[in-house]
């Protein structure tokens, strides 16, 4: 049997507070009387773990897992280092500020045990294709992205959770341009044009740290879940922020004709100005949107499945 080597990579930017010294000492003393193979890599920047996961799939044999340990932005990184590598699987360790993909999950206690995720089976799951980009949990654009970007302000005021830091923002957001006029065109046939507060473009349900903005969408269906929200006054958007939170504002008739939501296979967007886009976390900005999914795209570590002994 192939002997399965594990890949820590800590991202010590993630979340409030430096982690990597606790982390690694409990993988450390994990490992202490373990014959397989395990390494710790702390990154240094942006995009370092995307290149030191990549590093290892092109130079290491055998079954390769990965464990993300920072937020949804590290795991997108351990993601677009490892595609295409049959040999490896990921997981994360949710360290960081709003920890969305783990909310796919019934319980995400599961994925704070170290022991148990070494231990655990892996499953399918699809994959974004955004710009050339991989995303494992949703791409965001417009106010929501603006929110995004704007809540490095506030993500580090003590005592502020993700969610707290991403409501903040939400408030800070309303005092600019809410709007973005696109062109969206879905499969290919269908296009929509107009002036939208935002548009989620979903594998995962949760993003902003438990905001249900997908609530439909399912993480292995291959099917890309699209939710668009027209133009609204910044009045009924602060009365209708709780419905979005819960992911009820489907079944809203306040907002039956503000919403637009679709399943879908690919979509693209554009605009003659650049917008803000947020992909898994990260934020950057451009005047078009090609998104497309790769089904089962990725072996995914998910600690409720342990392996057959």
């Keep these: 049997m192939t002997k399965n080597k594990h890949f820590f990579v800590i991202n010590p930017k993630a979340g409030k507070t430096d982690i990597s010294e606790k982390i690694s000492s409990d993988i450390n003393k994990i490992f202490e009387n373990s014959p397989e193979e395990y390494s710790i890599y702390i990154t240094k920047n942006k995009n370092d773990a995307t290149i030191y996961t990549k590093n290892v799939c092109e130079s290491q044999e055998g079954n390769l897992r990965f464990y ?4 949804d932005g590290t795991l997108n990184e351990v993601i677009n280092g490892i595609i295409g590598y049959e040999n ?14 783990v909310r796919n999950f019934q319980s995400q206690i ?9 231990k655990s089976k892996l499953q399918e799951v699809d994959l974004l294709n955004v710009n050339g980009q991989y995303s494992i949990n949703l791409c965001n654009i417009g106010f929501d992205a603006k929110v995004a970007e704007n809540m490095v302000k506030f993500k580090k005021i003590p005592l502020i959770s993700g969610q707290g830091a991403y409501t903040l923002s939400v408030f800070y957001s309303l005092i600019n341009k809410m709007c973005t006029n696109l062109e969206i065109e879905i499969d290919d046939c269908e296009i929509i ?15 902003g740290g438990g905001y249900l903005g997908a609530p439909l969408a399912e993480i292995d269906d ?12 910044r009045l009924k958007l602060v009365n209708l922020m709780k419905l979005y939170k ?9 907002l039956k004709d503000y919403i637009i939501y679709k399943k879908c296979n690919s979509i693209k967007i554009k605009s003659k100005e650049n917008f803000t886009i947020c992909l898994d976390g990260e934020i950057t900005t451009s005047n078009k949107l090609n998104v497309s999914l790769k089904n089962k795209g990725i072996k995914f570590i998910t600690p409720y499945k342990e392996i057959d002994e």
């Design 88 to 101: 490896a699987s990921v997981s994360v360790i949710p360290y960081g500020t709003g920890n969305d993909f």
């Design 68 to 71: 993300a340990c920072g937020g």
């Design 193 to 207: 044009n107009g002036d939208f507060l935002l548009c989620v473009i979903a594998n995962g349900r949760s993003y």
């Design 246 to 254: 819960e992911g009820s504002h489907l079944e809203s008739k306040e």
């Design 110 to 118: 599961g994925f704070y045990d170290i022991d148990k995720q070494i």
């Design 222 to 233: 291959g099917l890309i879940d699209l939710c668009i929200v027209r133009k609204i006054s």
